[in-house]
C-alpha cells in the first residue's frame, strides 16, 4: 500500500491548510488512517487517528483546531485551523489495515507510511 500526501505549505499563525493522503494499490481494507508529525530535534507524535469513518482520537495540542476525516476508503484529510508556530513540523499519514490474501480473502496486517509533508507556520 502506498500513501501520497498533499496539502502542506507556508502560513501565517491563525491561519489554516488542508492536508490530505490518499491510498493506492491492492489491500483488503483500511482500518485506520491519520497523521503524525515530527519537528526538528523532537519525537514523532500522534496528530489525528480515524477508525472507521468516525471513530477519532486527537493530540491534546491540536484538540478544537484540526479536524480528520475520511471521504472513501482509501482517503483522508486533515483540516488544520488557528495555527500556531509550535505546529510546524513535517507531517506524516499513515494506514494499518488488511493485505489480500487468496481469493480476495484477508491478508496479513500492514502498517503504511507516506512521505512527510511540510507545514510551516510563521509567527
Known amino acids: 500500500v502506498q500513501l501520497q500526501a498533499s496539502g502542506g505549505g507556508l502560513v501565517q499563525a491563525g491561519g489554516s491548510l488542508r492536508l490530505s493522503c490518499a491510498a493506492s494499490?491492492?489491500?483488503?481494507?483500511?482500518?485506520?488512517m491519520g497523521w503524525y508529525r515530527q519537528a526538528p530535534g523532537k519525537q514523532r507524535e500522534l496528530v489525528a487517528r480515524?477508525?472507521?469513518?468516525?471513530?477519532t482520537n486527537y493530540a491534546a495540542s491540536v484538540k478544537d483546531r484540526f479536524t480528520i476525516s475520511r471521504d472513501s476508503a482509501k482517503n483522508t484529510s486533515l483540516q488544520m485551523s488557528s495555527l500556531k508556530p509550535e505546529d510546524t513540523a513535517a507531517y506524516y499519514c499513515?494506514?494499518?489495515?488488511?493485505?489480500?490474501?487468496?481469493?480476495?480473502?484477508?491478508?496479513?496486517?500492514?502498517?503504511?507510511w507516506g512521505p512527510g509533508t511540510q507545514v510551516t507556520v510563521s509567527s
Open positions: 480515524i477508525t472507521g469513518f468516525h471513530d
Open positions: 499513515f494506514a494499518e489495515g488488511l493485505g489480500v490474501g487468496r481469493g480476495w480473502s484477508p491478508g496479513r496486517a500492514f502498517n503504511s
Open positions: 494499490g491492492s489491500f483488503h481494507s483500511i482500518s485506520s
